[in-house]
């Protein structure tokens, strides 16, 4: 069985495609036979398509900026070029999507449908940079696969359990009815990193209380208590919480309306502040790149040093607040580029939670982990670095759609 997956983000357009047989799920994922990445954030606007096979990378340049024809071109290389490695796209059984935004109504996987198209058209004015970018995956798989089957995985749907205390936010209670609530994100790689975490230790998932800390370049933290998402950071959109690459996370809402009144600033010029000019970027001035954060750190950068304090401030804090709402830990879980790569951070959260008896094996934080408990012999809860993989996840949903 051929399975596709399309993971499209603002300014990229991940894919991969997954071959499986036998009867059941590897318990590990298994390499993709294709990877394809086009990266549309390149300065005249025509993407760079990477393609790997076997271990092998090829680099395009599109021959047009437009997203379709860059699809296109994209999926022609599975049969096409130098390494194709299937006969005919026909060879694909299901195809599988990342969608960003799946509102109150779509809390599961679910097969597209014009009526689906709508609903990710319309949620867009909640996901603006994404939504619009997974329809037309959604679209160029419908053009050059005609009616395959196509399903889309929602990020919200993990955190669609959470109770009311925690979603509903306290504003006149008709905007709850209208739809302004906490939907949360990432859901696919909290939800699957959950799943990994109770896998490693060796406990079934449905006992266990995990705080996850997705730090990317968005950033947010999930409670999950018996395999169920109870409490998020991110919120009504992807910009509360955690401070991130290039988004505030929480702020007090009076700086808008002290914006707004003194500065005569318009939405889209908030929405620019807040969403693309502030976090790690914002603070240092330099970048959003943790990497490139600390090097300017190791030469003196006073501002890349305070950047990296506040996010490690704000880090603990809701690390805090999700172990308020568990009443308890069981693993405290690191992923994502931050998560996964970045041991002084995972050293400088854990360390507020000393005093509860965590601790890290500094030796085994710092060597490179994957997949493994970090903690010390002696921690009172273990801290495991956990390599998410939403394309896998993805995958393994498509499987059980196929078959079912
Ligand atoms: P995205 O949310 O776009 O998928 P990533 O998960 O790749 O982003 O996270 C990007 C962040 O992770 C950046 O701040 C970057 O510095 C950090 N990061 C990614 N890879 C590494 C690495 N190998 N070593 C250290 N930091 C990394």
Known sequence: MKILVLNAGSSSQKSC???????????????????????WSVANGRGVLKV???????????????????????????????????????????????VVHGGQDYTQPTLVTPEVKEAIARLSTLAPA????????????????????????FDTAFHSKIPLEAAVYPIPYEWFEKGIRRYGFHGISHQYCAERSAQILGKPLDSLKIITCHLGNGCSLAAIK?????????????????????????????????????????AAQLDEMLNKASGFKGVSGISADLRTIQEAIAQGNKRAQLALEIFIHRLRALIGAMLASLGGLDALVFTAGIGENNPEVRQKACEAFEFLGVKLDLEKNSSS???????????????LVVHTEEDWAIARQCWHQYRS
């Open 130 to 153: 994404h939504n619009p970018a997974n329809l037309e995956g959604i679209e160029a798989i419908e053009q050059v696969l005609g009616d395959i089957p196509q399903l889309v995985v």
């Open 17 to 39: 495609l997954y071959q499986l047989s036998g009867e059941t799920l590897p318990e590990q994922s298994p390499k993709p036979l294709w990877e394809a990445n086009i990266d």
């Open 52 to 98: 790997k096979v076997q271990g092998a990378t090829q680099e395009t340049k599109l021959e047009s900026d437009d997203r379709h024809q860059g699809m296109a071109q994209m999926l022609d290389t599975l049969t096409q070029g130098e390494t194709p490695v299937l006969d005919q796209l026909s060879e694909i059984d299901i195809v599988g999507h990342r």
């Open 226 to 266: 018996d395999g169920v998402s109870i409490d998020t950071t991110m919120g009504f959109t992807p910009l509360e919480g955690l401070m991130m690459g290039n988004r505030s996370g929480s702020i007090d809402p009076a700086i808008l309306i002290y914006w707004m009144r003194e500065y005569d600033l318009d």
């Open 369 to 383: 982990p994957v997949n493994l408990d970090v903690a010390s012999h002696d921690s009172t809860v273990p801290v």
